[in-house]
C-alpha cells in the first residue's frame, strides 16, 4: 500500500535537477532559503518564483506532486496568515480599511499576510523540490560530504550519515506497520477517537509498545544483515556513488548568485513591500 | 574441497550454556552442494545458519568455511566475503532507499572501486532477474521481489556459499517459486553452495541433501528422498512428508503397487503407469 | 449470521493522484455455519475485502449486511459488531502490548463489554487461553514477549477469541509456522467451529488447506470475485487458477495430469477422497463398492 509520506519522498525519474550534485542542491537550497528571506518586497518574490519555475521545470516532477507538500503544512500557512492579517500593528502609519475593538484590518497587515504566507509556500516548496529530486542516500551523502571537516574534530559524521539513511528507509515500513497495528487493535475494540486528551493518549499504549517491540526486532535483524553483509564502519569502506560536480551544478550556483544580487537590486530600487502603497495612495 | 565443516559444536544463548540451541554438531558441507535443513521452530536451524558466518561463534567445537576457524577473528570479514546469507524478513534486509543503492552496500564494505562496483550491481540484479528495477524503491516491490534483491545483495559480494534463513517464509507461492527458481540456478550454472533452512518439505526435495534438526541435534541427513522414505522417524520429529509423498504412501499402504512418488508430477506419472496395467 | 455483499466498492486514497481501486464491485454472500476461504494474489483485493467485514475500512460504494447489521449505515454500532465479527490478521503476534498474557487477552472483552465483572472477564480469558490449547496457570502471569513464537500466535488468536465471536476471520492464520503448528492450527479452527463460533473464513495461499478444510470458497482477483463455489468445483477449473498464477491442491495437480492421459477422478480434492476414488479405479478398495 501506498503511504502518504510525500513530504521527503523522492520522486523517480530523469532529469537535469535530479542528476545535479546533491551537495550543489544543498548549498543552494539554503541559498534560496536566504533569497527569500532577503527578498524584502514583490518583485523580489517574484524574481524567486521565477526561479522555483525553472527547477520544478528542469526537475520534470509533477506540479502536482510539488504542490501535495504544501498540502500538509496548508493549516500552519492559513493560521499565521490569519493571525498576521488581524493582528498586524508594526509600523507607525496604517492605512486603516475595517476595525472592531482592537481587532484592525489594515492594507499594510493584508500585503504583510500575503507576502508571509508567499515565503513559507515557496520555501515549502522549493525544500520539497530538493526532496523530491534526490534520494534520501544522496542526500545523506552530500551531508555527510559537506560536513566531512567536521571528522577533523571526532564528529562521527559517517555514522551519523548512515543513521539518516537507514532511518528515512524504515518510515514507509514502520507507517505500514502502524496503520497494521492500528486496525488490529481496533478489530479488538479499541477506541482511538473519543475521549479526553488523556484518554486518547493511554489508548495509543496498545499501538505504541508493538511498534516499539517491532522496531527492536528489525533493528537487530538489519543490524545481522548488515553485519553479513561484511559492515564494519567506515574503514575501508568505497561509496559507489561519488560525488561529482558538473557544468550542471555550476549553471545552478550561477543562476542562484543571479537572483541573490538580483533581489538585492530590486530591493534598492523599489524599497520595501509597503512602497506599492505610496504609489497609490500619494497619487 | 569442504566449503563448511563443523566440528562437535555447542552454542547456547544463555550466559550459563544451559539449554544449547546448537549441541554437539558434527557436520560437512562440499563446495557446490545444495544442503536443505528442516526442523521445527527452535529446533536450532538459524542458530546452526548464523554459527557458519560468524555472526555466532561456538562456545565450543570449531566451525571452518574453507579451512578457516570462525572464532578468529582475522577470518571474520573473508568469511563474510564467502557465505553470504539472506534471512527470514524481506523488510529488514535492505539499507537503503534505491534497489542499486542497496546492492552496493556490500561491495562498498569490502572497499571495491566504483567501475567495479557498478559491474557487481549490473551482474547480481540480473542473476536474480531485477534489472529493470535497479533505479526503483524497495518499498513498492512485492515480498518475492524484496527478497531477490536482498539475495542480489549477498551476490554483489560474490560468496561461493549462500545461506537462506527461512527467507521464502514470508512469501505468496508466487515469491517462492521466484526465490526457488533464483537459487536453484545459481547452484546449478555458478556450482554455489547453497544451505537453504525452510519449513516446506516441497522445497527440500529440490535440494541434493537434506538434514534434519532436533532439539539442537542433526537426527537425520541424508538426499531428499532418502530422509522422506522414513516418514515414521519423520513424524517423531514433527515434521511432515511433502503432501505428494504422503498421498502416495496411503495408496502403497491400500495395496496398491507404485513406487515412491514425491511430487504431483511423479505421482500422477506412477499412477499412470498403474491404471494402464490395470 | 449471514455474509451479504453487493457491489461492494473500495477506492484508497479517493480524490488523490494514487487513488487505486481495491474492489471494484465484490457479489458474495456466505451463510452461517460455513467454513470459507478465500483465495487470491497479493493485491487481488481480498484483505481489502475482510477488512470490510469488521467495518475497519468503509466501503466507497455497495452494499454490506452481516446479519442485523448495514454496514454501510452510518449508525451501525461497529462496536457491538465487531465484538460478534473477530479478526485474526496476518502475524497477529505482532499487536501483543500488555505486561501479562491474562491482561492481553483480557483487552478485547474489557473494550466491548464495559459491564462485566473482573472474575467475568478473568474466566472468559481463562476459556480463551485453554480453548487455543495454552496452560492457564502456566501462562497467564508470562509477558507475552517471552513465549515461543507459536505460543504468542495462540496468545493473540485468544485475544480475539475472548469475546466468542459468531464470526471468525483469520488472514494466513497459518503463515510461518512450521507443519505440526500448522495442522494444530487447523485442528484448533474446527474444534471451535460449529460451536459458539459459527462461521469461520480464512484467507489463504495454502490450496491443499483450502480443499483440505473448506466448505466452500471464493477466488479474488483484480478486486472482484472470478470463482465462487465448493473446493471441489474451484479446484476443477484447475487450468484458470493456474494462468492466474495461483496455485491448485497436489490432488488437483495429480487429477489433471491423469485427465490428459484419459483417466477422469471424479474427486473433491481432498487427501481422504482422492485414495479412495485412485483406489476405486485401481480396483483396490473399491472393490466392495462394486460387489
Known amino acids: 500500500m501506498l503511504n502518504d509520506v510525500t513530504f521527503g519522498q523522492y520522486y523517480p525519474t530523469k532529469s537535469f535537477v535530479h542528476s545535479m550534485d546533491p551537495r550543489a542542491k544543498l548549498v543552494l537550497t539554503i541559498a534560496y532559503i536566504v533569497a527569500i528571506f532577503l527578498a524584502d518586497n514583490f518583485f523580489g518574490l517574484a524574481a524567486v518564483i521565477l526561479f522555483l519555475a525553472l527547477a520544478v521545470i528542469f526537475s520534470r516532477v509533477p506540479f502536482g506532486s510539488v504542490l501535495r507538500s504544501v498540502k500538509m503544512i496548508l493549516f500552519i500557512i492559513v493560521f499565521t496568515a490569519i493571525l498576521n492579517l488581524f493582528f498586524y500593528t508594526a509600523g507607525e502609519e496604517l492605512h486603516v480599511l475595517w476595525q472592531w475593538k482592537i481587532i484592525v484590518i489594515s492594507w499594510e497587515a493584508i500585503i504583510n499576510m500575503v507576502f508571509l504566507a508567499l515565503r513559507l509556500f515557496l520555501l515549502v516548496m522549493g525544500t520539497s523540490v530538493l526532496t523530491l529530486t534526490t534520494t534520501p542516500v544522496a542526500l545523506t551523502d552530500g551531508i555527510e560530504s559537506l560536513l566531512t571537516p567536521l571528522k577533523w574534530i571526532r564528529f562521527p559524521v559517517h555514522e551519523l550519515a548512515l543513521i539518516m539513511s537507514i532511518a528515512l528507509r524504515f518510515i514507509p515500513t514502520l507507517v505500514d506497520e502502524t496503520n497494521r497495528i492500528v486496525s488490529a487493535q481496533k478489530a479488538r475494540g479499541a477506541d482511538f477517537e473519543t475521549g479526553g486528551l488523556i484518554r486518547r493518549a493511554k489508548a495509543m499504549i496498545p499501538v505504541l509498545v508493538p511498534l516499539l517491540v517491532s522496531a527492536f526486532r528489525r533493528a537487530e535483524d538489519l543490524g545481522d544483515a548488515m553485519d553479513a553483509r561484511c559492515y564494519s564502519g567506515s574503514k575501508g569502506r568505497t561509496k559507489y556513488k561519488k560525488l561529482k560536480f558538473t557544468w550542471r551544478d555550476a549553471l545552478g550556483v550561477l543562476l542562484l548568485a543571479g537572483l541573490i544580487t538580483g533581489i538585492v537590486f530590486l530591493n534598492l530600487y523599489f524599497g520595501g513591500k509597503f512602497a506599492i502603497l505610496n504609489y497609490f495612495f500619494s497619487a | ?278 | 449470521m449471514q455474509i451479504d455483499a453487493k457491489g461492494l466498492t473500495y477506492i484508497y486514497n479517493p480524490k488523490s493522484p494514487f487513488a487505486s481501486t481495491a474492489l471494484s464491485g465484490v457479489d458474495l454472500s456466505i451463510a452461517e455455519g460455513e467454513f470459507f476461504g478465500i483465495i487470491g494474489h497479493t493485491g487481488s483485493g481480498k484483505s481489502t475485502f475482510v477488512q470490510h467485514l469488521n467495518a475497519l475500512l468503509k466501503a466507497s460504494g455497495g452494499s454490506l449486511r452481516i446479519g442485523e447489521y448495514d454496514l454501510t449505515d452510518k449508525k451501525c454500532k461497529f462496536l457491538e459488531l465487531r465484538s460478534k465479527v473477530g479478526m485474526v490478521f496476518q502475524y497477529p503476534e505482532y499487536q501483543l502490548f500488555a505486561e501479562t498474557v491474562e491482561k492481553d487477552v483480557a483487552f478485547g472483552i474489557k473494550n466491548f463489554s464495559k459491564e462485566k465483572t473482573e472474575d467475568e472477564i478473568r474466566e472468559a480469558v481463562k476459556e480463551a487461553l485453554e480453548t487455543v490449547g495454552l496452560d492457564w496457570n502456566a501462562v497467564k502471569d508470562a509477558s507475552p514477549f517471552e513465549l515461543s513464537g507459536g505460543q504468542k500466535r495462540r496468545v493473540a488468536i485468544a485475544g480475539v477469541i475472548v469475546t466468542k465471536p459468531e464470526i471468525l476471520i483469520l488472514d494466513e492464520p497459518a503463515a510461518g509456522l512450521d507443519p505440526l503448528g500448522k495442522k494444530e492450527l487447523m485442528e484448533l479452527l474446527h474444534s471451535i467451529h460449529g460451536g459458539w463460533c459459527k462461521t469461520i473464513i480464512i484467507v489463504s495461499h495454502d490450496m491443499d488447506e483450502i480443499a483440505e478444510n473448506c466448505t466452500r470458497a471464493a477466488v479474488f482477483s483484480g478486486g472482484r470475485v472470478v470463482m465462487e463455489g465448493k473446493p471441489s468445483e474451484i479446484f476443477l477449473r484447475a487450468d484458470a487458477l493456474l494462468e492466474m498464477g495461483l496455485d491448485i491442491p497436489v490432488t488437483a495437480k495429480c487429477a489433471r495430469i491423469l485427465k490428459q492421459d484419459g483417466f477422469s477422478l471424479d474427486t473433491d480434492f481432498t487427501c481422504d477422497d482422492f485414495v479412495a476414488k485412485v483406489l476405486s479405479l485401481c480396483g483396490k478398495g473399491g472393490a466392495e463398492h462394486a460387489q
Open chain 2, 1 to 278: 574441497m569442504e566449503a563448511v565443516e563443523f566440528d562437535n559444536v555447542k552454542y547456547s544463548y544463555r550466559e550459563d550454556g544451559t539449554s544449547p540451541a546448537v549441541n554437539g554438531v558434527t557436520l560437512q558441507i562440499e563446495a557446490g552442494q545444495f544442503v536443505a535443513i528442516l526442523g521445527r521452530n527452535g529446533s536450532g536451524k538459524s542458530t546452526l545458519a548464523k554459527l557458519i558466518n560468524a555472526l555466532l561463534l561456538p562456545d565450543s567445537g570449531q566451525v571452518r568455511v574453507f579451512g578457516m576457524d570462525t572464532k578468529d577473528e582475522k577470518n571474520t570479514f573473508t568469511i563474510r566475503k564467502s557465505a553470504g546469507m539472506v534471512f527470514q524478513n524481506p523488510d529488514n534486509q535492505t539499507v537503503a532507499s534505491i534497489v542499486e543503492d542497496d546492492v552496493a552496500f556490500g561491495p562498498e564494505n569490502i572497499g571495491l572501486a566504483r567501475e567495479e562496483i557498478g559491474k557487481r550491481i549490473e551482474f547480481a540484479l540480473e542473476a536474480v532477474g531485477m534489472q529493470e528495477f535497479r533505479y526503483s524503491t524497495p518499498a513498492r516491490l512485492s515480498g518475492g521481489q524484496k527478497q531477490r534483491i536482498a539475495i542480489a545483495g549477498v551476490l554483489a559480494i560474490s560468496p561461493q556459499i549462500m545461506i537462506l534463513d527461512e527467507s521464502t517464509a514470508m512469501l505468496d507461492p508466487q515469491g517462492r517459486r521466484e526465490v526457488m527458481e533464483v537459487i536453484k540456478r545459481l547452484n546449478r550454472e555458478r556450482g554455489m553452495t547453497i544451505v537453504l533452512i525452510t519449513h516446506f518439505m516441497e522445497e527440500a526435495l529440490q535440494a541434493d541433501r537434506a538434514i534434519v534438526m532436533h532439539r539442537g541435534e542433526i537426527v537425520m541427513d541424508g538426499t531428499p528422498h532418502e530422509i522422506f522414505a522414513r516418514s515414521r522417524e519423520l513424524e517423531t520429529y514433527s515434521l511432515t512428508l511433502p503432501r505428494a509423498a504422503y498421498i502416495c504412501k496411503k495408496l502403497q499402504e491400500a495395496g496398491l503397487e507404485i513406487s515412491d512418488a514425491f511430487t504431483a508430477e511423479e505421482l500422477a506419472e506412477e499412477l499412470c503407469k498403474s491404471m494402464r496395467k490395470g
